[in-house]
């Protein structure tokens, strides 16, 4: 307790120690004297009180919060196993520490470390940001404070336009709101390759967190008073010029902007920064959905802030219905991933009660996105008309990155085009280092459209991107649906779709996983399993990473691992469907429900050898 720095944090202990001590051994006798004496006074639920609260504290000081390639990420409450404001001057402090060792000190470009650090507006986002500016303006820093809290695309932007040796971002994306987070990215003088300004992999994280473990007590930490440079909302202004720049690169600037779009922050922090960037490309009929438009911490409208997840987007669906809309677009609460809904007459159905779900809206998968906007910047980027991408790299074609676990039909799409593939382990860390990188994508809702200026996901440049796509199509009489049929009678029809299982324990995710790889299901799907590939021995040339590649005789895949964010275990699913160039959008439909019915199948196999 001695060493925690912020008294609400001091607080949060002694309640917890309170309750072990009013329900400890004194208290239990003084229980079971009063039960002899009036059995109605016993009660059974103090000793569950004291477990509870003696269990958590147990896990609090467990161990330290791991810093890895994902930063930090955790609930916040008191102790070293939390987010706290200990434990984020400690990560600040090993972040300085590491900045000073790794920028030169010598020549002419010996000046401090630069760091921009940025926040969203969870619960005490806005302190641990302040925290961390002190904690490295007093290491020494340049410090760069965003003025407000906003979307963590635009700090990903500022570490490349101001050229900073490190970012930080606190925030904790989709997570519930008792959680935040910790991201870093390293650039200027640090990362000098196509990964500058990117967030960190391997050895970075480790040489960070090796730092950290280095730092002694939070409340010996140094911490300036000030000395930090709180940055104009001038930078969000840059961030809308590249936005409004890349509209311009897609379409001319000129293009149709017909269309009626519904958006969503899910209470998070890219609803103003989403609407000027589509009021600056030319989009004026959006209605967003005012319940969860302004920032709150709370998320109260959503079980969970993730657009994934079911229920989440229901709000703006039913908005959608009501206003005739074109188009949903939603933002994860830090605003890098972006969720799109469009309407599905294949989608509709008279069972059950009638919603916005019932009448057909329904939320296109990642790898759907991916693949509409990757076939969109692979005719870009093969045409030297447009200017786009060609130039991006001296080592050949410009590349099309998609993360291992995200569909294979963006490697047939830039087969397509003429153009390379890279396949990457998951996460942006990996998809947005890539050299010659035209465009990026992950299924998990994330996509890069404009990589010289984010070299992360952006859900705000991905909504511009994927409405003028959208509006181009409805000039046409034609819908992103439609788009899906022309490429699957090119490249295939490829259905993908994903189980997920949270677990509440590291060991239960540690058994399932050896459980998959000690007894791999022999068919999928009525399909024989003809390989299994363990990515733990590292794949390909990627780097080993857990997880488990299924493989059928009928091309079907199915890829199984930890989700590095949260506790559980995911399961991508793929089936590909060999289809005519000349088939009928209604073949296209019976074709799509039959895959969907064979992925149902898969999806029943792996649950089983999951022992789920």
């Given at each position: 307790?001695?060493?925690d ?5 001091r607080?949060?202990l ?10 400890g051994p ?7 004297s009063?039960a ?6 016993r009660?059974p ?7 509870v ?8 000081f467990?161990?330290r919060?791991?810093?890895g390639?994902?930063g930090?990420r955790?609930?916040?409450?008191a102790?070293p196993?939390?987010m706290?404001?200990a434990?984020?001057i ?9 900045l000073r060792s790794a ?5 002419r470009?010996a ?6 650090v ?9 302190a641990f940001?302040h925290d ?17 809290a906003?979307?963590?695309?635009v700090?990903?932007?500022a ?11 606190v925030t904790?994306?989709h997570n ?13 003088r640090?990362?000098t390759?196509?990964?500058q ?7 970075y994280?480790a040489?960070?967190?090796a730092a950290i ?22 930078v969000?202004d ?13 379409d001319?600037?000129?293009g ?9 922050s ?6 103003r ?14 209605v ?26 229901d709000l ?13 677009i939603?933002?994860d ?13 294949h ?5 059950g009660?009638?919603t916005a779900?019932s009448?057909?809206w ?13 076939w969109?910047?692979?005719v ?5 008309r447009y ?12 590349v ?16 397509r085009?003429?153009l ?8 942006f860390?990996?998809?947005?280092r890539t050299?010659g990188l035209?465009f990026?994508?992950?299924?998990a809702l994330?996509?890069?459209?404009d990589p ?6 952006d859900?705000i440049?991905a909504?511009?991107a ?14 992103l649906?439609?788009?899906?049929d022309d490429i699957?009678?090119?490249c295939g ?6 189980l997920?299982?949270r677990?509440?324990s590291?060991?239960a995710i540690?058994?399932?996983?050896a459980r ?10 009525g ?20 997880g ?5 005789a009928?091309?079907?895949r199915?890829?199984?691992r930890?989700?590095?964010t949260e506790?559980k ?9 060999p ?11 019976a074709?799509r ?17 999951l022992?789920?």
């Amino acid at each position: 307790m001695a060493a925690d720095v912020d008294e609400s944090d001091r607080d949060d202990l002694r309640s917890l120690v309170a309750q072990v001590i009013a329900n400890g051994p004194d208290a239990r006798r003084a229980q079971r004297s009063m039960a002899a004496a009036d059995p109605s006074r016993r009660d059974p639920t103090a000793s569950r009180v004291r477990a509870v609260a003696l269990a958590e504290l147990r896990d609090r000081f467990s161990g330290r919060l791991q810093f890895g390639t994902a930063g930090l990420r955790g609930t916040m409450a008191a102790g070293p196993n939390r987010m706290n404001t200990a434990v984020v001057i400690g990560a600040a402090a090993g972040l300085g520490a590491y900045l000073r060792s790794a920028v030169p000190t010598d020549g002419r470009d010996a000046r401090p470390p630069r760091v921009v650090v940025g926040y969203d507006a969870r619960y005490r986002s806005s302190a641990f940001a302040h925290d961390t500016a002190a904690v490295l303006t007093a290491a020494g820093a340049e410090v760069l404070l965003l003025p407000s809290a906003l979307p963590t695309p635009v700090l990903a932007f500022a570490v490349r336009r101001l050229e900073a040796d490190a970012g930080v971002m606190v925030t904790a994306s989709h997570n519930p709101a008792s959680d935040n987070g910790y991201k870093v990215y390293l650039g200027g003088r640090v990362v000098t390759d196509s990964g500058q300004g990117a967030q960190i992999v391997p050895p970075y994280d480790a040489r960070i967190a090796a730092a950290i473990d280095a730092v002694g007590p939070a409340a010996q930490v140094p911490r300036a008073d000030s000395g930090w440079t709180v940055l104009g909302h001038e930078v969000v202004d840059a961030y809308l010029e590249t936005v409004v720049a890349l509209a311009r690169r897609l379409d001319g600037g000129t293009g149709p902007r017909h269309l009626r779009v519904v958006t969503t922050s899910l209470h998070g922090v890219g609803g103003r920064t989403l609407a000027r960037a589509l009021a600056a490309t030319g989009f004026t009929d959006v209605v967003p959905v005012e319940e969860q438009l302004d920032p709150d911490p709370r998320f109260p409208t959503v079980t969970f802030p993730n657009p994934e997840e079911p229920g989440a987007i229901d709000l703006a669906l039913a908005v959608a219905q009501d206003a005739a809309a074109d188009l949903v677009i939603a933002n994860d609460p830090d605003a890098d991933r972006c969720a799109v809904a469009v309407h599905d007459p294949h989608w509709g159905t008279y069972k059950g009660a009638e919603t916005a779900r019932s009448q057909g809206w329904r939320m296109l998968h990642g790898d759907e996105v991916g693949t509409l906007l990757g076939w969109d910047a692979a005719v870009r980027a093969a045409d030297s008309r447009y200017g786009v991408g060609v130039a991006a790299t001296s080592a050949g074609a410009p590349v099309l990155a998609s993360s291992i676990v995200s569909s294979r039909l963006l490697s047939s799409i830039a087969q397509r085009h003429g153009l390379r593939h890279a396949t990457t382990l998951t996460g942006f860390k990996w998809i947005a280092r890539t050299p010659g990188l035209v465009f990026g994508y992950e299924e998990a809702l994330g996509y890069c459209v404009d990589p010289a200026s984010v070299r992360d996901k952006d859900g705000i440049s991905a909504a511009v991107a994927i409405a003028l796509l959208a509006a181009r199509l409805r000039s046409e009489g034609r819908t992103l649906l439609d788009a899906l049929d022309d490429i699957a009678r090119v490249c295939g029809l490829f259905v993908t779709d994903q189980l997920s299982v949270r677990f509440d324990s590291l060991d239960a995710i540690s058994d399932t996983m050896a459980r998959l790889r000690s007894a791999p299901p022999r068919t999928l799907a009525g399909s024989g399993v003809a390989d299994v590939i363990d990515l733990a021995a590292g794949v390909d040339g990627l780097p080993a990473t857990d997880g488990v590649v299924l493989l059928a005789a009928d091309d079907t895949r199915v890829i199984v691992r930890p989700s590095g964010t949260e506790p559980k275990v995911k399961c991508y699913l793929e089936v590909v469907t060999p289809v005519p160039p000349d088939a009928s959008s209604e073949r296209l439909a019976a074709a799509r429900v039959t895959a969907r019915e064979r992925i149902a199948r898969v999806k029943a196999d792996v649950g089983a050898a999951l022992g789920l």
